[in-house]
Nanobody
Framework: QVHLVESGGGLVQPGGSLRLSCEAS????????MGWYRQAPGNERDLVAT????????YYADSMKDRFTISKDNAKNTVYLEMNSLKPEDTAVYYC???????????????WGQGTQVTVSS
């Protein structure tokens, strides 16, 4: 079993910055990649950014690639999302996702965190 715990959300003014963290914990799991998604009220859950665990290759949704940066710390099994120049439309619950293998089957599977609220408002 693996647990994903997000942190770093909160209330920020337009133009401000936040740094989200997501730590994966458990036993005998391996990570292929991690990513951030967000879901605003009434909307579907959308991709924000992903990172390949081994190579560090990143991918961003077009609307966020100039303002958001995804990074990782392999030793801490943690992925980060640095968000700058935040806008009110960035308000959403931000979810962390891990693609990896967990016991007992070790088949490739998706695992989600509980989400952290980001509110951009003056």
């Amino acid at each position: 079993q693996v647990h994903l715990v997000e942190s770093g959300g909160g209330l920020v003014q337009p133009g401000g910055s936040l740094r989200l963290s997501c730590e994966a914990s458990g036993s005998m799991f391996s990570i292929n990649g991690m990513g951030w998604y967000r879901q605003a009220p009434g909307n579907e859950r959308d991709l924000v950014a992903t990172i390949v665990w081994g190579s560090g290759t990143t991918y961003y949704a077009d609307s966020m690639k100039d303002r958001f940066t995804i990074s990782k710390d392999n030793a801490k099994n943690t992925v980060y999302l640095e968000m700058n120049s935040l806008k009110p439309e960035d308000t959403a619950v931000y979810y962390c996702k891990m693609v990896g293998r967990i016991p007992p089957q070790f088949t490739l599977s998706d695992h989600w965190g509980q989400g952290t609220q980001v509110t951009v408002s003056s």
